[in-house]
């Protein structure tokens, strides 16, 4: 009698673990598409009543107690996760970095006969009308011209290098501008991040392990870390019932339940003022437009680390942020700038000093059918310093610019043409002597010390390459970093994902032991019947 | 675990590869319909590069060709006006070897002289002769007139001398060459300039029809008074009476020939037969050094002329092999392209069906 009613009970058991497996599988079917969720499945074991002892085999029997849940196994492979982290953090670093080389890419895409190629190649055009018609007041208002299109070609495209940079990281300077810029956007979706990762771990902390909800607040955890790992490379370490502890070159973020390195951005100007003793910006500061430290909001903001931009080299973060630097062997809006710069003082080095030079003439304004010393200070190229004077130092592709002179009524005549190696040799009225015109033209096949070597022409062609390769080489890594991070994710999804076949089985098994169970129930209810009308 | 295979997981692998074989497709797509290899820089850098050079040097080209064929053109004027140069010399040097004979009566003398004052000013309009706004035999004085013929006579070169190496005007036809493509008035057509004598204190000497000599002094008031040199009394007759008296004659070329050969014939007009002669014979040899002087620089410039032939024939080549390697470089190979985008489309389709048709693919359908 007490087999029969045991075995009763055991039944319904069994149909009550079956119907919580058939909601398992059913939850696995409700989420097979579901981001970031993982497998679950039932583990059942053997239930023992107390009191099977010793070797008599009918309290043996009397200690089966059937089945029950063992846990809710949720498929998992912490190796893989991490691995996938790490991968991911560097994905988007190149996806960060190839987003910026191809910008700078169309900046510097001259192919069609545009840009500062097609201006330099018409500036020479320019000298070349000159040389033939070096007193002619239409082939120096051409030249002129020229000239004009090309500083302001060259203005054009810096302006397009810092705005590249200031939609990145801001102008260094502006509060404003720095709140409009990407990293900002950036920062402000990390710390929310981290809050949110702190808030799992604190439910995960008090949750039991092996449960419907540990599972899933799991699955929630692996989906901020990922989230987390594609702005920063982090290292994840679980410390309690699979709550994390987070951190950045060695620098912790979120230890279990709060959050104690919060990232704070600001501007190169204000960390420079910041300082003790502060640093002079922008002259002695070399580092990003943005600075980004960690505070801990648990110990009233205390700065943890002041700059943080040296540890944060990976994900989307490190990749904006290093966009701009300009680093030896690395091209990138920094480097782009730095050789804009060098070609634009190159170029006004160059023309003032051939314009300039002891032996050089210029047409005089007042007698255009004479010549004229041309005056030491008759330069073409200069840039206005702080105090809006005119000089030929610290010129750069952003503020280069014509002598203002060159505008004025008589400004066409102060390009020197004639050239007379002899002194001996200058006559007043040569104003068809072109020779300096020809040593202008001549700077085009010119190897230049200050362009590493290279002429004009090379050297822009040389950068214009280094952009392209660096933008083809980083869209190789791009791509195989994409199929080795694809790779991953089908592998973790191939591991922990949901399989239709695998559940559908599931469910025939569950619903063939729940029949079963339920034919056992009868059978014992018809054996308790027989039981009962025994004594009738 | 490592070999399972999970339907989200198929479903990623399959999104992931219709994904890679719509890129391949779009790309090909993008190439046949820009006609282009190369869109961006980044695709082929070394194809960037030389495409950019490749470009720069055929504007290059371009430039050189306009250059080549302007400096022709120019040449070509300077030959023909050399070419009437030696007409006009060849009929002045007919006249002195004429004259020279000594047959001829001072009317016929006369109407020679005539002729070759009337040649010198057509050889000197010839010589300030100008081409694009530029006097073509000033040299590097492109802006002023080479030759004027002063109140005496003087057939003055403003130009740049032969002699300065500053007188060239060059064009550029090729990387860095540039060629010669102008000379002198001095050397083809020479001038003559008579030097008025100066006392010693730099007042000018003249002298009257006896032969006197009369000194001519510059008052404060730029006034000029004329006083003879032996007496201090002042000169009364008309000033415009007075000859200069010529301390040196600097000549050369036709123009210095053919002033000489006038002067001769004035002198014989005047009286002064012998001498006369005597410096027309002198002017024949002049004659023969000047024509050879034209042909020579005729010569020189011929040269020239032929070797921008050559250049003109070498940038054409260089045009047409770099235009082909841009195309090479650039083009889309039209049959490779198509070809290659009709098997994208075949492995995106092909993708495309196996994803639809395996996807739906699961136990669910035999339950």
């Known amino acids: ?536 | 675990m490592v070999d399972r295979v999970s339907t989200s997981g198929k479903y990623a692998q399959l999104v992931a590869d219709m994904q890679q074989n719509l890129i391949n497709y779009n790309r090909i797509t993008a190439q046949l319909t820009s006609g282009h290899k190369v869109i961006n820089i980044t695709d082929d850098p070394i194809a960037a590069v030389n495409i950019i050079n490749t470009n720069r040097q055929l504007g290059q080209i371009d430039t050189f060709s306009t250059n080549v064929e302007m400096a022709k053109s120019e040449l070509s004027a300077l030959d023909d006006l050399m070419t009437l140069a030696t007409g006009y010399l060849s009929s002045a040097w007919d006249r002195a070897v004429q004259a020279s004979n000594q047959t001829y009566g001072n009317d016929s003398l006369e109407a020679i002289k005539v002729e070759i004052d009337e040649t010198i000013k057509t050889m000197v309009d010839l010589a300030n002769t100008e081409y694009n706004d530029n006097y073509i035999f000033g040299g590097a004085n492109t802006k002023i007139t080479p030759y004027t013929i002063d109140d005496n006579g003087n057939i003055i070169y403003n130009g740049t001398p032969y002699d300065n190496p500053d007188y060239i005007r060059q064009t550029e036809v090729a990387d860095g060459v540039f060629e010669v493509i102008n000379t002198t008035g001095d050397r083809v057509f020479g001038y003559y300039e008579a030097v008025q004598e100066t006392t010693a204190d730099g007042k000018n000497v003249y002298t009257d029809a006896d032969g006197r000599r009369v000194i001519e002094t510059v008052e404060a008031d730029g006034s000029k008074t004329y006083a003879y040199e032996d007496d201090g009394t002042a000169y009364a007759g008309d000033v415009a009476d007075l000859k200069v008296s010529v301390a040196e004659e600097n000549y050369s070329g036709v123009l210095g020939a053919m002033k000489l050969l006038s002067n001769s014939i004035q002198m014989i007009l005047d009286g002064d037969t012998e001498a006369g002669y005597e410096q027309m014979n002198a002017t024949l040899d002049m004659f023969d050094s000047s024509m050879r002087m034209i042909t020579e620089e005729q010569t020189k410039f011929g040269g020239v002329y032929n070797r921008l032939e050559m250049t003109t024939s070498t940038l054409d080549t260089n045009n047409t092999n770099l235009t082909a390697y841009l195309s090479e470089i650039q083009d889309v190979d039209l049959t490779t392209a198509i070809t290659d985008w009709y098997m994208a489309q075949y492995a995106y389709q092909a993708s495309l069906q196996v994803s639809s048709a395996s996807m739906g693919m699961s136990l669910l359908n035999y339950l």
């Open chain 1, 1 to 536: 009698m007490a087999s029969l009613l045991s075995s009763l009970n055991m039944t319904a058991n069994t149909l009550s673990v079956n119907e919580k497996a058939i909601s398992v599988v059913s939850h696995n079917v409700a989420n097979m598409n579901t981001e970031g969720y993982h497998k679950q499945r039932v583990n059942f074991a053997t239930r023992n009543i107390a009191g099977a002892i010793g070797d008599n085999v009918n309290n043996q029997i009397r200690a089966n107690g059937g089945v029950m849940i063992a846990n809710v196994m949720r498929y998992n492979d912490e190796y893989l996760n991490n691995y996938y982290r790490e991968q991911l953090s560097h994905l988007n670093t190149l996806d960060q970095q190839l987003d910026t080389i191809g910008d700078l890419a169309s900046i510097f895409d001259d192919l069609e006969g545009e840009g500062i190629d097609a201006a330099l190649s018409d500036f020479y055009e320019a000298l070349n009308n000159l040389n033939e018609y070096p007193a002619s007041s239409t082939a120096r208002t051409n030249f002129i011209e020229t000239a004009k299109t090309l500083v302001s070609v060259m203005n054009s495209k810096s302006v397009e290098l810092e705005q590249l940079t200031t939609k990145a990281l801001g102008d260094g300077v502006s509060q404003e501008s720095l709140e409009n810029s990407k990293i900002y956007q950036q920062f402000t979706a990390l710390n929310d991040k981290l809050t949110e990762l702190a808030d799992v771990n604190r439910a995960l902390m008090v949750t039991q392990t092996g449960t419907l909800e540990a599972n899933n607040l799991l699955d929630k955890r692996d989906l901020i870390l990922n989230d987390i790992s594609q702005f920063v490379d982090i290292d994840v370490e679980e410390i309690h019932n699979g709550a994390v502890r987070v951190s950045i070159g060695g620098v912790d973020l979120v230890r279990g339940a709060k959050v104690v390195g919060e990232l704070d951005i600001q501007t190169a100007k204000s960390y420079c003022d910041s300082q003790n003793p502060p640093i002079a910006y922008p002259d002695d500061w070399d580092g990003e437009n943005a600075v980004i430290s960690i505070i801990n909001p648990e110990e009233e903001n205390k700065v943890v680390v002041a700059n943080a931009n040296s540890i944060i080299t990976e994900g989307t973060l490190g990749g904006l942020l290093h966009s701009a630097t300009a680093v030896d062997g690395e091209t990138n809006a920094g480097t782009a700038m730095e050789g804009l710069n060098t070609l634009a003082q190159a170029i006004a080095d160059i023309f003032n000093e051939l314009n300039t030079r002891e032996g050089a003439y210029c047409i005089n304004p007042d007698d255009t059918g004479k010549l004229m010393d041309s005056p030491d200070d008759n330069f073409l190229f200069v840039t206005t310093d702080e105090n809006g004077n005119i000089t030929t130092n610290g010129i750069t592709a952003g503020n280069i610019q014509l002598n203002p002179d060159l505008f004025t009524t008589d400004g066409i005549w102060n390009i020197s043409c004639a050239y007379f190696e002899d002194g001996a040799n200058f006559d007043e009225n040569a104003v068809g002597n072109a020779q300096n015109v020809a040593a202008m033209l001549g700077t085009r096949n010119t190897k230049q010390d200050a362009l590493d070597g290279m002429s004009i022409e090379d050297y822009y062609t040389s950068l214009v390459g280094k952009i392209a390769s660096a933008g083809s080489s980083l869209q190789t890594l791009y791509d195989t970093q994409s199929a080795v991070v694809d790779g991953i994710e089908t592998k973790i999804k191939d591991a922990t994902g949901v399989d239709l076949n695998e559940e559908l089985v599931d469910l025939v098994k569950y619903q063939t032991a729940y029949s079963a169970a339920a034919q056992v129930f009868n059978i014992c209810n018809a054996c308790l019947d027989t039981l009962m009308t025994l004594g009738g």
